[in-house]
Nanobody
Framework: VQLVESGGGSVQPGGTLRLACTQS?????TAWFRQVPGKERELVAS?????????YYADSVKGRFTVSQDLDKGAVSLQMNNLQPEDTAMYYC????????????????WGQGTQVTVS
């Protein structure tokens, strides 16, 4: 299974970006993590794309980020609105079978990451 992230970049505070995670073989749960140097990778949002369809958001991004499926592209996207400097990080897509979980170790497949910079 290959995961490929796209859509990162640099924006000013208050700006928007949309990340996409394309999967070679679609898994039931896709999650977005982020990491800044010197800190642990943290879960930002996740989405189970099979019934029951559920989504999870970290408190720090609730109301600003939205995860969704793009069935035509076979991708799971992360719409990020009202970006703030504290959102600056490398963003990683991860996937697993079954229900979504909260820990890094529960995810079997990872992308290479895409940088998001807000300044």
């Amino acid at each position: 299974v290959q995961l490929v992230e796209s859509g990162g970049g640099s924006v000013q505070p208050g700006g928007t970006l949309r990340l996409a995670c394309t999967q070679s073989i679609r898994k039931y749960c896709t999650a977005w993590f982020r990491q800044v140097p010197g800190k642990e990778r943290e879960l930002v949002a996740s989405m189970r794309t099979s019934t029951p369809i559920t989504a999870y958001y970290a408190d720090s991004v609730k109301g600003r980020f939205t995860v969704s499926q793009d069935l035509d592209k076979g991708a799971v996207s992360l719409q990020m609105n009202n970006l703030q400097p504290e959102d600056t990080a490398m963003y990683y897509c991860a996937a697993r079978q079954g229900y979504c979980q909260y820990k890094l170790r529960d995810y079997d497949y990872w992308g290479q990451g895409t940088q998001v910079t807000v300044s």
